[in-house]
């Protein structure tokens, strides 16, 4: 019985399902011209099963915990001066618990994540919010390094 329980456990960890895309379009004014950018989010759940399955007659205490990182990638670009690709995460989006096998519970948890798909909306956007000054940086540090300063 112990060697399904470790199996499950290994087996819950390394598990992780992408669940949908998320995209968002900003464009910000600059001296070189507008800077374009587009964000494609994606989410990715891991569980990892903890706990025992308990013997005939006793409670097991098998749980199955999950989390959903947000990843966002970024590609931007300045005209024809600037090209700009980049990768924003936020673990722990949102997470759960669920009593039982990791894998009985796979659709379940998607479904959970899915109708939690305005936190993730709202997590995406501080993201990219948090993003603006990086990508106005990287415009300053083209537009200096062709000037030569």
């Not at 992780?16 to 587009?38: K, M, N, Q, Y």
């Not at 939690?116 to 919010?129: E, S, Y």
């Amino acid at each position: 019985m112990k060697k399904y329980v470790f199996a499950g456990l290994a087996l819950g960890a390394c598990l992780a399902s992408p669940t949908f895309a998320l995209e968002h379009e900003v464009v910000i004014d600059h001296e070189d011209g507008p800077i374009a950018a587009d964000y494609k989010g994606s989410v990715t759940i891991e569980t990892t099963q903890v706990g025992t399955a308990g013997p005939a007659g006793r409670p097991n205490t098998l749980r199955c915990n999950w989390t959903a990182t947000l990843n966002v990638d970024r590609i931007a670009k300045v005209g024809e001066t600037l090209r700009s690709r980049r990768t924003l995460t936020s673990d722990d989006v949102v997470s759960g618990s669920r009593p039982g096998w990791c894998e009985t519970h796979a659709k379940a948890i998607d479904r959970l994540v899915d109708s939690r798909r305005d936190n993730i909306r709202t997590a995406m956007l501080a993201l990219i919010d948090q993003d603006r000054a990086e990508l106005l940086a990287e415009a300053e540090g083209a537009q200096n390094s062709r000037r030569g300063v």
